[in-house]
């Protein structure tokens, strides 16, 4: 008998040898584990080799049929927890979530398999549901600097944050990543920055840029920070510390309720710098080493949703007749 708790922590240790983030690991465990559970207590199965497409198949229907929070892996945290405290308690899992669980355990299986463990493929058929995406929501030239003028720079930690933010959409680089920067990582003078492997999501090194415009903010924040704080990290606490994110989200969300824009996020301030970039003719490829994708399949799916309007606006300033006419004058 192979016991699927067994397998699921020789998966994870191949995880961490692969030097997964974190963040991955943590999804990867905590679907398997709730999976595992419901095998237990509703299945009857502990060994990894009796699982069927059909069990997986049935879990799939479980996640989708119960609530949200509903479903634990130790009751003991119910206590400290009290998800029915929270205000979406019970509410339908959403498909994107369904489908990250599908994701998770068809990595799991297919790993089980490669590593001889299970001889048969019981997620070859096991597919993600169709999940029709919402456009990413735009911040307008107005609202940005509406938010900005709204951030008062004579304190620190909001000064730190307004340039945070400048840079976030100047940028394009996610919120870990841009927390995890120390002064030496800028090349000030050709307006770059080099995110390193261990701060991002692929585990991979590379630089993302900014403008003239932000140079001479970086340059004026190094100073002020210089000032008052010893720290080698770009945006730190005034005790020197690197901020969390979540610090920092509750914070932008806060300002953003200032002009009364509701619910703004780092990863909003991400995604309009992507559809910036393409609205100005940049290309799909270019951003897609930006982003610090593993695939321009990842960017076209996540950010190929501009509007007829944004279509038009750009089609104008590429017009082959238009073009022409301005290259014979």
Same mark, same amino acid.
């Given at each position: 008998?192979?016991?699927?708790?067994?397998?699921?922590?020789?998966?994870?240790?191949?995880?961490?040898?692969?030097?997964?983030?974190?963040?991955?690991?943590?999804?990867?465990?905590?679907?398997?584990?709730?999976?595992?559970?419901?095998?237990?207590?509703?299945?009857?199965?502990?060994?990894?080799?009796?699982?069927?497409?059909?069990?997986?198949?049935?879990?799939?229907?479980?996640? /989708?049929? &119960?609530?949200? #929070?509903?479903?634990? =892996?130790?009751? !003991?945290? @119910?206590?400290?927890?009290?998800?029915?405290?929270?205000?979406?308690?019970?509410?339908?899992?959403?498909?994107?979530?369904?489908?990250?669980?599908?994701?998770?355990?068809?990595?799991?299986?297919?790993?089980?398999?490669?590593?001889?463990?299970?001889?048969?493929?019981?997620?070859?058929?096991?597919?993600?549901?169709?999940?029709?995406?919402?456009?990413?929501?735009?911040?307008?030239?107005?609202?940005?600097?509406?938010?900005?003028?709204?951030?008062?720079?004579?304190?620190?930690?909001?000064?730190?944050?307004?340039?945070?933010?400048?840079?976030?959409?100047?940028?394009?680089?996610?919120?870990?990543?841009?927390?995890?920067?120390?002064?030496?990582?800028?090349?000030?003078?050709?307006?770059?920055?080099?995110?390193?492997?261990?701060?991002?999501?692929?585990? /991979?090194? &590379?630089?993302? #840029?900014?403008?003239? =415009?932000?140079? !001479?903010? @970086?340059?004026?924040?190094?100073?002020?920070?210089?000032?008052?704080?010893?720290?080698?990290?770009?945006?730190?606490?005034?005790?020197?510390?690197?901020?969390?994110?979540?610090?920092?989200?509750?914070?932008?969300?806060?300002?953003?309720?200032?002009?009364?824009?509701?619910?703004?996020?780092?990863?909003?301030?991400?995604?309009?710098?992507?559809?910036?970039?393409?609205?100005?003719?940049?290309?799909?490829?270019?951003?897609?080493?930006?982003?610090?994708?593993?695939?321009?399949?990842?960017?076209?799916?996540?950010?190929?949703?501009?509007?007829?309007?944004?279509?038009?606006?750009?089609?104008?300033?590429?017009?082959?007749?238009?073009?022409?006419?301005?290259?014979?004058?």
């Amino acid at each position: 008998m192979r016991k699927i708790q067994y397998t699921i922590d020789e998966f994870m240790n191949y995880c961490e040898s692969k030097n997964l983030s974190q963040k991955t690991m943590m999804s990867y465990e905590q679907t398997l584990r709730l999976f595992s559970k419901y095998l237990q207590e509703e299945k009857n199965i502990e060994d990894v080799i009796k699982i069927t497409e059909k069990d997986i198949r049935d879990y799939v229907v479980y996640i /989708k049929n &119960r609530g949200k #929070y509903t479903v634990v =892996i130790d009751k !003991k945290t @119910l206590k400290g927890n009290i998800p029915e405290a929270r205000g979406d308690y019970g509410k339908q899992v959403s498909i994107t979530t369904v489908n990250n669980y599908i994701r998770n355990i068809k990595v799991f299986f297919n790993y089980s398999k490669e590593q001889g463990v299970i001889k048969k493929d019981v997620v070859k058929n096991i597919k993600q549901f169709k999940n029709e995406r919402k456009p990413k929501q735009f911040i307008t030239d107005g609202e940005f600097g509406e938010l900005l003028r709204h951030i008062d720079t004579t304190k620190f930690h909001e000064y730190r944050d307004y340039i945070c933010v400048m840079l976030l959409l100047d940028s394009g680089m996610r919120i870990s990543e841009c927390l995890a920067i120390k002064v030496d990582d800028i090349d000030i003078n050709n307006r770059a920055i080099l995110l390193k492997s261990e701060n991002t999501k692929g585990r /991979k090194s &590379r630089y993302v #840029y900014f403008s003239p =415009i932000m140079q !001479k903010e @970086l340059r004026r924040w190094l100073q002020y920070k210089d000032r008052y704080v010893e720290s080698d990290v770009l945006f730190c606490s005034t005790k020197g510390n690197i901020v969390m994110m979540r610090t920092f989200e509750k914070k932008l969300k806060d300002y953003g309720l200032r002009i009364g824009l509701k619910d703004i996020t780092p990863h909003q301030l991400r995604n309009n710098f992507a559809k910036r970039f393409l609205m100005a003719g940049g290309s799909i490829y270019t951003l897609s080493q930006i982003l610090g994708h593993s695939s321009v399949k990842i960017t076209e799916s996540a950010y190929l949703d501009l509007t007829d309007d944004d279509i038009r606006k750009t089609y104008q300033a590429f017009s082959p007749l238009e073009n022409m006419r301005k290259a014979g004058k």
